[in-house]
Every structure is written in C-alpha cells, then in structure tokens.
C-alpha cells in the first residue's frame, strides 16, 4: 500500500509563507503525477497543483503566481511553497498520488 504523509502545515499571517512537504512510501516504485489539494470547511475539495515526475506543473488560477509545486524523486518527496498566503488560503492540504493515494492532510491556517 503506498503510503503519502504530509507535513509543514500551520498558523501564518497574511502575506507570509509557508512550505509544505509529502513523502511517498509503500508499494510501488514510483509515481507519476502527483499534486496537492485542499478543503475548507463547507467547501468541495479543490485541487491546487500537480507535477509529473518530469517536472510539468499546472496551477489553479486562484494559487497561480504565488504557489510553486515542485518534487525531488530521488527523496520521493513532493513540495508546495506557498507564498503571499491569503486568508481564503486556510484549509486541509491533501497530498495526492496518481489521482489515486491521499495523505491524511496537513492544516494551514491564515491569520492576523
């Protein structure tokens, strides 16, 4: 079973940064398309990012610009600088695999 656990969530201000980290374990060999998702409460899931395992990244429109998606196969390990953090940036961040494998999620909170 592939294993996805997440870490680096927190409290931040407005403005600030914040990077988060999973690392893959478990199964199988590798992963191909790997991404990052997060949930508020009362709100659907939502998908932030994705990285193939040669480096293509697609960003939703509303991280663009300021989260940078980026992953080191050789640690299996996929990452999410977040910068300029903004309220509406508060949820659960999910780290998936494959579309497929989920971590438990990591918190992040924006607050003044």
């Known amino acids: 079973q592939v294993q996805l656990v997440e870490s680096g969530g927190g409290l931040v201000q407005p403005g600030g940064s914040l990077r988060l980290s999973c690392v893959a374990s478990?199964?199988?060999?590798?992963?191909?398309?790997m991404g990052w998702y997060r949930q508020a409460p009362g709100k659907q899931r939502e998908l932030v990012a994705t990285?193939?395992?040669?480096?293509?990244?697609r960003y939703a429109d509303s991280v663009k610009g300021r989260f940078t998606i980026s992953r080191d196969n050789a640690k299996k390990t996929v990452y999410l600088q977040m910068n300029s953090l903004k309220f509406e940036d508060s949820a659960v961040y999910y780290c998936?695999?494959?579309?497929?494998?989920w971590g438990q999620g990591t918190q992040v909170t924006v607050s003044s």
């Open positions: 998936n695999g494959e579309r497929r494998y």
């Open positions: 478990g199964g199988i060999l590798s992963l191909y398309t």
């Open positions: 990285i193939t395992s040669g480096g293509s990244t």
